[in-house]
């Protein structure tokens, strides 16, 4: 298990308004180079986020694969209850912390249920 974000200085990666398959490459590419970088924590900010498909998800997938039980922790914030609930209905909340704000995923704060 990864170590909260709070103990060191998270990398934060914006996501798009609508993640589709229409800017789903660029989405992983920077989920990859952030990745890549070797930061403790990754938070994935999807606080503008409104729309997310399989394609989305598949790019947070690569970046949870790329990253390894060795690699960064992986977070993602995640204001919008309907984006927040098609990443629970596919499970991606038992694979990484969901918070609802930003903030909370910065402090390491306890993930959204």
Do not use: K
């Not at 990484?96 to 402090?107: E, N, Q, S, Y």
Request: aromatic share 2%; with cysteine.
């Amino acid at each position: 298990m990864h170590a909260p974000c709070a103990r060191d200085a998270p990398l934060v990666v914006p996501a798009p308004v609508e993640i589709d398959m229409t800017v789903a490459d660029d989405f992983a590419e920077a989920l990859s180079d952030a990745v890549a970088t070797g930061p403790a924590c990754v938070v994935v900010d999807m606080s503008r986020t409104v729309f997310c498909d399989s394609s989305g998800i598949a790019a947070i997938m690569a970046a949870l694969g790329q990253a390894g039980p060795e690699g960064p922790a992986l977070v993602l914030a995640v204001p919008d209850a309907q984006v927040r609930r098609v990443l629970s209905l596919v499970g991606l909340d038992l694979l990484v912390p969901i918070h609802h704000d930003l903030d909370t995923a910065l402090r390491g704060g306890s993930a959204a249920t």
